[in-house]
């Protein structure tokens, strides 16, 4: 699995129960950040953020078992370039990923709007030998997914895929506290809660794991599409990850899903 991300945090944000599921039954598993967040930030900025964002990812990475790569484009500025789209198109083929991850390209951000727009663009020319000619084609179009959003228009997130993420959540959020600069100094700042983020290192994770977009509680409208997958089971899921599959890639049969996400009980 490779999942993108226009900033170092977003990936984790969306995908990293669902990477840390992959990672312990052994699965290799890659998250791509476009930009080197060197913008978002109150107090520091240029290379020296940048540098501390890299070392940040990193640590998050080695906290669940996947590889992390921050690209050097700048944060704030990402375009859907030909540049950055034979980027992604390498990426995506030197992992010979299965499944890919990246958000809808109709978010708020526009860097994430974008990197929604590269990986659309990247996909199924992962296949064709003629682009990007130093790095060998894939032979087959993946699954392409996008990661859960609370946007409507022009059409709401479509949850296909529901994982609980419940045995794994406690690694999700080691995995975001590496993050220092993000949630624990420039997201709060955002958003005038600055002075609400404890000072001691346990006490603010575990306000961390509180957070609405950390803790994403499995929300009613969802109940129906998880019990699907988990039966009666499903009604005592607390934290799950959600994905669409896109119209983009390889469509996937429902016994592939089931292969493909090997998390689901057996019924
Ligand atoms: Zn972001």
Redo the contacts with the bound molecule.
């Keep these: 699995m490779i999942a993108f991300?226009?900033?170092p945090?977003?990936c984790d944000l969306g995908a990293g129960g669902l990477a840390a599921k992959y990672a312990a039954q052994g699965h290799k598993v890659k998250f791509v950040s476009l930009t080197n967040g060197d913008a978002g930030h109150q107090s520091q900025h240029g290379e020296e953020l940048a540098k501390r964002r890299r070392a940040e990812a990193q640590e998050a990475g080695r906290r669940i078992g996947i590889e992390y790569e921050v690209l050097d484009n700048h944060d704030g500025k990402l375009l859907p370039t030909l540049d950055v789209r034979e980027q992604v198109i390498r990426e995506i083929r030197q992992w010979k990923a299965d499944i890919v991850i990246a958000p809808r390209p109709n978010d708020y951000?526009p860097?994430?709007r974008y990197t929604g727009v590269l990986v659309q663009d990247a996909s199924y020319m992962v296949i064709v030998p003629n682009l990007v000619t130093d790095t060998p084609p894939l032979t087959r179009n993946p699954v392409f997914l996008y990661y859960s959003d609370r946007f409507t228009r022009p059409q709401p997130f479509r949850p296909d895929i529901i994982v609980s993420i419940d045995d794994v959540f406690d690694k999700k959020v080691s995995m975001l506290d590496a993050h220092v600069s993000q949630f624990y100094e420039w997201l709060p700042w955002t958003v005038g809660q600055l002075q609400q983020v404890p000072t001691d290192p346990v006490e603010r994770k575990k306000w961390l794991a509180g957070r609405p977009e950390v803790a994403r509680n499995l929300p009613p409208e969802w109940r129906q599409a998880a019990q699907k997958r988990y039966g009666g089971q499903g009604s005592h899921i607390q934290h799950v990850e959600s994905f669409e599959i896109t119209e983009y890639g390889y469509q996937p049969t429902e016994e592939e899903i089931l292969k493909l996400f090997p998390f689901f009980p057996h019924r």
Excluded: R
């Design positions: 991300g226009a900033h945090d977003d951000h860097d994430h």
